[in-house]
T-cell receptor, first 112, second 115 residues
């Protein structure tokens, strides 16, 4: 298996622009998590899905953030409009049942 | 919500020596899972070791082992014969099957390996 695949690896954009991060979980995994990592705040859970259904989105910072999982093999995290404080590394991770998390390589977002 | 505490923001160890990273957690549950993840400068999060709470035997993976003390709610990671490639940020994580199978992460310990 190719593991969790995230795109893009790097994104540089200007304040106010829309940003879409993409994730393909490991085939067969029923959980998908989106995390944000910064030096100041560490690793933060934004939202997670079970069988494509959002379970907990209490970590989503505000209405500018939205996440979808239209099917078992694809998820997106969208920021609109983006702000400089959104600059971070965004990780997608998937898991099967009560197993361990498998992380993607992360998407580094820089908002100017 | 469960909390995971890593009280050592930074640790260092001489190459070939042994180091122990601490992790404690707060829970009222009896069934859960614990993990240690490594994040090297490449930023890829890699699973180091996993422990099921119902297992009394401490998990071991080559040079990595844990000291799981369920009553004390402690889950420390021991790295033996430390290598330069062990330098990374290490995160302790707790997974609860009773609260939606969510993962709770500690704040991490940055490990430096001195040649």
């Amino acid at each position: 298996d190719a593991g969790v695949i995230q795109s893009p690896r790097h994104e540089v954009t200007e304040m106010g622009q829309e940003v879409t991060l993409r994730c393909k979980p490991i085939s067969g995994h029923d959980y998908l998590f989106w995390y944000r990592q910064t030096m100041m705040r560490g690793l933060e859970l934004l939202i997670y899905f079970n069988n494509n259904v959002p379970i907990d989105d209490s970590g989503m910072p505000e209405d500018r953030f939205s996440a979808k999982m239209p099917n078992a093999s694809f998820s997106t995290l969208k920021i609109q409009p983006s702000e400089p404080r959104d600059s971070a590394v965004y990780f997608c991770a998937s898991a099967l049942g009560t197993g361990e998390l498998f992380f993607g390589e992360g998407s580094r977002l820089t908002v100017l | 919500a469960q909390t995971v505490t890593q009280s050592q923001p930074e640790m260092s160890v001489q190459e070939a020596e042994t180091v122990t990273l601490s992790c404690t957690y707060d829970t009222s549950e009896s069934d859960y899972y614990l993990f240690w993840y490594k994040q090297p400068p490449s930023r890829q999060m890699i699973l180091v070791i996993r422990q099921e709470a119902y297992k009394q035997q401490n998990a071991t993976e080559n040079r990595f082992s844990v000291n799981f003390q369920k009553a004390a709610k402690s889950f420390s990671l021991k790295i033996s014969d430390s290598q330069l490639g062990d330098a990374a940020m290490y995160f302790c994580a707790y997974r609860s099957p009773n609260t939606g199978n969510q993962f709770y992460f500690g704040t991490g310990t940055s490990l430096t390996v001195i040649p």
